[in-house]
């Protein structure tokens, strides 16, 4: 997967769970009932790109994210530090000095770029969870709300929305462990063929 891909995949994909997520609660709640749109035709994008963009200038999905994130940059950045030879020093060799060597290496190395793929694939399957847990908690809560002001059939909706959630966590950490692995395969060709590098680059942030 390219670069591109990856941001489009990103981009589109909060639209498209809106969309599952409200077709599921007016299904099981009886409220309303929907088709989904043909994507393919022009005149349907605006449903998808208006909750996506409304989506994306949110921080929900950093939230959702930011402890399996940073797990997966953490391990890269003392996985660089162990392959210079040094002692970790947090203060100095933070991810954002490091990030800058790791990426180079990373875009200039045939090999590295085909784990950077592998690692694009794995992100937009692992971004797409994080969405998922964010929508599934809040049409769980939609769906509290509906139950609480009479809508019995709501509660099962509920349940429903908090079996995503679960599902979508679960998922999260899969790709996370699956992450760290790509990552440590890029770890291992780097310091295979790039050790002198790194050890030069933690050698100018002392």
């Given at each position: 997967?390219?670069?591109?891909?990856l941001k489009t995949v990103r981009f589109i994909m909060p639209g498209i769970l809106y969309l599952v997520f409200a077709k599921l609660l007016g299904v099981i709640t009886?409220?309303?009932?929907?088709?989904?749109?043909?994507?393919?035709?022009?005149?349907?994008?605006?449903?998808?790109?208006?909750?996506a963009v409304l989506y994306y200038?949110?921080?929900?999905?950093?939230?959702?994210?930011?402890?399996?994130?940073?797990?997966?940059?953490?391990?890269?950045?003392?996985?660089?530090?162990?392959?210079?030879?040094?002692?970790?020093?947090?203060?100095?060799?933070?991810?954002?000095?490091?990030?800058?060597?790791?990426?180079?290496?990373?875009?200039?190395?045939?090999?590295?770029?085909?784990?950077v793929k592998l690692a694009f694939s794995n992100g937009?399957?692992?971004?797409s969870f994080a969405d998922s847990a964010v929508l599934s908690i809040l049409f769980f809560l939609v769906s509290i709300f509906l139950y609480l002001i009479g809508f019995e059939d709501a509660f099962l909706a509920g349940l429903v929305f908090a079996i995503i959630f679960a599902v979508s966590v679960v998922g999260s950490e899969v790709c996370t462990r699956r992450h760290i692995g790509i990552g440590?395969?890029?770890?291992?060709?780097?310091?295979?063929?790039y050790k002198e590098s790194v050890q030069s680059r933690l050698h100018e942030l002392d």
């Open positions: 997967m390219t670069l591109g891909t009886g409220l309303w009932v929907t088709t989904m749109p043909n994507f393919a035709k022009a005149q349907y994008l605006p449903i998808v790109v208006i909750p200038i949110t921080p929900f999905r950093r939230w959702a994210n930011a402890r399996f994130h940073n797990r997966i940059i953490e391990r890269l950045r003392t996985g660089l530090v162990a392959i210079s030879g040094n002692s970790d020093n947090e203060k100095k060799y933070t991810w954002v000095n490091l990030r800058p060597l790791f990426f180079s290496l990373a875009d200039n190395d045939k090999s590295l770029e085909q784990k937009a399957v692992w971004t440590e395969q890029q770890l291992e060709i780097i310091k295979l063929k």
